[in-house]
């Protein structure tokens, strides 16, 4: 039984940081991409910062979206098998509830920070950003 589960999120200051945590469980492939997306309310889920855990193909790569570039970054911890996404200068348009996705197939020309990429999902996490 694949898991995903997150933590971290909270409410900050414009301004503010916080930081994101996401551990899989229950895969058996090394090679598992892994993203955090974002919904605000009455808009569609944004792929936020994506990257490879472990040594699979393209490992240690990572792609960000461009609101967020030079603000965010995301990490892992091979050994933990968890995602990790620093959110600094945090801003009321960064309020959303983040989610955590996983996958082990991509199909060829696929991104890894579109939502139809990913097979797996966490439960979300919501992060508020008050001026």
């Known amino acids: 039984q694949v898991q995903l589960v997150e933590s971290g999120g909270g409410s900050v200051q414009a301004g503010g940081s916080l930081r994101l945590s996401c551990t899989i469980s229950?895969?058996?492939?090394?090679?598992?991409?892994m993203a955090w997306f974002r919904q605000a309310p009455g808009k569609e889920r944004e792929g936020v910062a994506a990257t490879y855990l472990g040594r699979g193909i393209g490992g240690g790569a990572r792609v960000y979206a461009d609101a967020v570039k030079g603000r965010f970054t995301i990490s892992q911890d091979n050994a933990k098998k968890t995602l990790y996404l620093q959110l600094n200068n945090l801003n009321p348009e960064d309020t959303a509830i983040y989610y955590c996705?996983?996958?082990?197939?991509?199909?060829?020309?696929?991104?890894?920070?579109?939502?139809?990429?990913?097979?797996?999902w966490g439960q979300g996490t919501q992060v508020t950003v008050s001026s």
């Open positions: 229950g895969y058996t492939s090394s090679n598992i991409f």
């Open positions: 996705a996983a996958g082990t197939k991509r199909a060829p020309g696929s991104s890894l920070l579109s939502a139809s990429t990913y097979t797996d």
